[in-house]
C-alpha cells in the first residue's frame, strides 16, 4: 500500500487548487449546465483516492448548485483526516453517522459520504453507483495500465481528473544530476502502487486513447505546479525530500550524488512540475 500523510496533502493544497486549468473547469461547469434536467436534486459527485478531501474543498465553490460528495480512499486515516478537514472548512456540520457528513458552506448544502474501499479490486462496482461526474485528483498516475483499461471499458459517466503527473519537471537553478535523477524518479514512478506497474507520466496519454476508443470526448489542458522559494519553500523543501528518497530507492544514483542534489533541490529557487486535467463527456 502506498501510503500519503495528511500533512504532505494539507502542504500541497494550496498549489493543486491554484494549478487547476480554469478553462477546462468552465468547459466543465457548462457541461454540467447543459446536462442536469432536474436542478432542485444535489450533484452526485464520485471523488476516486480522496485522501482528506482537497478536490471537494477545491471544486465545490466553483459549482452552482447542492452536492452529494463519495469520497473513496483506502486508507482509513486519511478518511478520518477528511471528516476533520471538511468539518474545519464548512461554516455548519451535521454529522449524520460515521460515514456521512451535512455541511453548508456559503449558499450550497453538501452532503457528503465517504467509503473506505480498495479501488484496485472493485473499481466496476464503484463505476455502477448512479453518479453525475467522477472526480480524482493527484491519483491516475499511481495506477497500471491494465486497470486504466478496465476502468475506461467500465466508466460511463462524465469524469474530470486534475492533476495527473506528466513526468515534466524543470528547477531553478539546474543541477548536473538533473536529468539522471529524473530518470531515476520515473523508473521509481513506474513501480507497483498497488495498481501493478503504474502508469506514471504515462497515464493521461493511455486514458485519452482508451476514452477516445470507448466513444468519449476528451479535452485535456496543462495544470503544471509552478513554485517559487517566496511563497511555496515548505512545498519545494518537501517535494525534494520525497522525490529524494523515491531516486534513492532506485539505487541509480551513487550516494554523494544524491547528498548534493537533494540539498540543491531542497533549496531551489522555483520549479514548474508538469500535470494534466481530464475532463472526458458523451456527445456534444
Ligand atoms: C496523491 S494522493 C491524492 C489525494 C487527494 N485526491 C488530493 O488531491 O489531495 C492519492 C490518494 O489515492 C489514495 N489511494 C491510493 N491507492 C488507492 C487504492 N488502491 N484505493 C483507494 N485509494 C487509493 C491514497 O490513499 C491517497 O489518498
Not at 481528473?161 to 521509481?188: C, K, N, V
Amino acid at each position: 500500500m502506498s501510503e500519503f500523510s495528511s500533512q504532505w496533502l494539507a502542504l500541497r493544497e494550496p498549489a493543486d487548487h491554484r494549478s487547476r486549468n480554469q478553462a477546462l473547469r468552465e468547459q466543465l461547469n457548462e457541461l454540467l449546465t447543459r446536462s442536469r434536467t432536474a436542478d432542485s436534486l444535489p450533484l452526485r459527485i464520485i471523488d476516486l483516492g480522496s485522501g482528506t478531501g482537497s478536490n471537494l474543498r477545491g471544486l465545490s465553490p466553483h459549482l452552482d448548485c447542492d452536492q452529494h460528495w463519495t469520497l473513496i480512499d483506502y486508507d482509513p486515516k486519511l478518511i478520518e483526516a477528511a471528516r476533520l478537514a471538511l468539518s474545519a472548512w464548512a461554516d455548519t456540520t451535521e454529522s449524520a453517522n460515521h460515514s456521512c457528513l451535512h455541511l453548508r458552506k456559503g449558499d450550497k448544502q453538501i452532503q457528503v459520504d465517504f467509503l473506505c474501499t480498495d479501488l484496485s479490486k472493485n473499481i466496476e462496482l464503484i463505476l455502477e453507483q448512479p453518479a453525475d461526474l467522477l472526480t480524482a485528483a493527484a491519483f491516475f498516475d499511481l495506477v497500471a495500465e491494465p486497470w486504466l483499461e478496465r476502468f475506461c471499458s467500465a466508466l460511463c459517466t462524465p469524469l474530470y481528473t486534475i492533476l495527473t503527473y506528466d513526468g515534466s519537471e524543470q528547477w531553478m537553478p539546474t543541477h548536473p544530476a538533473d536529468e539522471q535523477a529524473l530518470r531515476a524518479f520515473h523508473a521509481h514512478q513506474a513501480t507497483d502502487k498497488g495498481f501493478g506497474l503504474a502508469a506514471g507520466p504515462k497515464a493521461v496519454d493511455i486514458m485519452q486513447r482508451r476514452l477516445l476508443e470507448y466513444g468519449f470526448q476528451v479535452s485535456i489542458a496543462p495544470s503544471p505546479w509552478e513554485l517559487d522559494q517566496r511563497h511555496d519553500a515548505a512545498l519545494i523543501h518537501a517535494l525534494a525530500t520525497g522525490s529524494a528518497q523515491a531516486v534513492g530507492e532506485t539505487g541509480l544514483l551513487d550516494a554523494a550524488t544524491l547528498a548534493s542534489w537533494k540539498t540543491a533541490r531542497q533549496e531551489a529557487q522555483a520549479c514548474m512540475i508538469g500535470h494534466w486535467d481530464l475532463l472526458a463527456t458523451f456527445g456534444s
